[in-house]
């Protein structure tokens, strides 16, 4: 078993979904019957517990404190008894958003960029902004927009993609396609998408760009869908039948051919090389 080979990056801003996908997936490896299972005694379980609590009463948990960042190691092992040590970050995504604005990735991040053995980039398309341009509009509605009504800011996508490259440069992956960190790419809230198709066709269809950097860049991106809760929860007010019929009820992700999963261990799975 080793450490260094079983750690996923997880990447994802503020708002994309991480923690609840963290309970649910925790939830699931306690459960036992998906194509990974705990196996073992699991470490610093607080930030999931906490969410599960509120899950379990039909309701959504906290937004993440901005300096959190906790390291939750968990043994698992495969359908063909093969085991390996997952560790399995929860932090507040607004440390995402500052290593994009100031350009700089502090030590701690430098390290695990350097050590895991694959990136998990969770996007939530309905949060990111596609601002107009000469593909979105036509050339005679930009016309009359007089450029002093423009702030003058780098798009969603451009972010993502200058945070991928800050990470690629941090992590010294020179050959291309790359092969090594292996990528996987979770478009996140599914539900809220309402998009047939196939989590490739989403990425292409509504981030076009950032689709385009990811498929020049690694040679096999694994790109799934996700609905970790499978409607949307409210902080406040419980939602009575998720609770009754309970969490574990609920959330899916999209394979890769477009079907359908209830099985959320299966991005983890596929990610890693060890039960690949
Ligand atoms: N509709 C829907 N909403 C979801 C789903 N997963 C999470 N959400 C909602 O998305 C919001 C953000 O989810 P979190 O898990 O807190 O996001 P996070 O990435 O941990 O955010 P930070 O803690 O701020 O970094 C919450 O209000 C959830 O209710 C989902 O599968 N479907
Ligand atoms: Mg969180």
């Known amino acids: 078993m080793n450490k260094k080979g079983n ?10 979904g991480k923690t609840h996908y963290g309970a649910q997936l925790l939830q699931r490896l306690m459960k036992g019957d998906g194509l990974l299972r705990m196996n073992g005694a699991a470490t610093n379980l607080e930030p999931f517990e906490a969410a599960l609590e509120n899950l379990n009463e039909g309701r959504a948990a906290d937004h993440t404190a901005t300096s959190t960042y ?18 399995w970050p929860d932090y507040g995504g607004e440390q995402i958003k500052s290593m994009i604005s100031a350009r700089r990735v502090p030590t701690s991040w430098q390290e695990r960029v350097q050590t895991a053995e694959a990136w998990l980039l969770l996007i939530r ?3 990111m902004r596609v601002s107009d341009d000469i593909f979105s509009r036509s050339l005679v509605d930009l016309r009359g927009k007089s450029v002093e009504n423009f702030e003058i800011e780098i798009s969603d996508q451009a972010r993502m993609i200058e ?13 291309r396609p790359l ?29 076009p760009m ?31 039948e998720y609770a009754s019929r309970g969490p574990e009820e609920f959330g899916y992700v999209i394979r890769a051919d477009g079907s359908r999963s209830s099985d959320l261990t299966a991005p983890v ?7 690949g």
Do not use: Y
């Open 269 to 275: 799975s596929l990610l890693l090389d060890c039960f």
């Open 163 to 175: 945070l991928l490259q800050m990470f690629m440069f941090v992590g010294s992956t020179s050959e």
């Open 210 to 240: 950032l689709g385009a950097f990811i498929r020049s860049n690694w040679s096999q991106p694994l790109i799934l869908g996700l609905s970790a809760l499978e409607r949307p929860l409210n902080a406040h007010d419980r939602d009575k």
């Open 179 to 207: 092969e090594r960190p292996r990528l996987g790419v979770l478009i996140t809230c599914w539900d809220e998408l309402g998009f047939e198709g196939t989590p490739a066709d989403a990425l292409n269809k509504r981030l």
């Open 7 to 16: 750690s996923i990056l997880l990447i994802g801003e503020s708002g994309v």
């Open 70 to 87: 906790v390291d939750s190691v968990w043994p698992v092992s495969g359908r063909d008894g093969r085991m390996a040590e997952l560790v």
């Open 125 to 127: 398309p309905q949060q």
